[in-house]
């Protein structure tokens, strides 16, 4: 359908920062919702931050406000995650996602590969 592909994951101290982008390819298409995604080992994954492009509106949760940022350049198709001041508690998989609408319903379909992000202290 589509591939996503993440890239810029790596190791840095804590109070660093890494940029995280997305590109997709294949076959296009309008989704309801581009975002990001993380997930630890043994735990379940979680939602990061994420656009509705009904509106452009953008959420991102609590644990990242003010630090992490979500962006996107339709042009290139490209999704960003610029993270600031990360934590080791930051330390996962991060996954890009897309999704689309579907008996009404906007629902996460797409997924990247994940690139891990390790944060040490």
């Known amino acids: 359908q589509v591939q996503l592909m993440e890239s810029g994951g790596g190791s840095v101290q804590a109070g660093g920062s890494l940029r995280l982008s997305c590109t997709a390819s294949g076959y296009t298409y309008n989704p309801c919702t581009v975002g990001w995604f993380r997930q630890v080992s043994g735990k379940e994954r979680e939602i990061v931050a994420n656009i509705a492009l009904v509106d452009g509106s953008t959420y991102v949760r609590a644990s990242v406000k003010g630090r992490f940022t979500i962006s996107q350049d339709n042009a290139k198709n490209m999704l960003y995650l610029q993270m600031n001041d990360l934590q080791p508690d930051d330390t996962a998989v991060y996954y890009c996602?897309?999704?689309?609408?579907?008996?009404?319903?906007?629902?996460?379909?797409?997924w990247g590969q994940g690139t891990q992000v390790t944060v040490s202290s």
């Open positions: 996602a897309a999704g689309r609408k579907g008996g009404g319903i906007c629902s996460w379909k797409d």
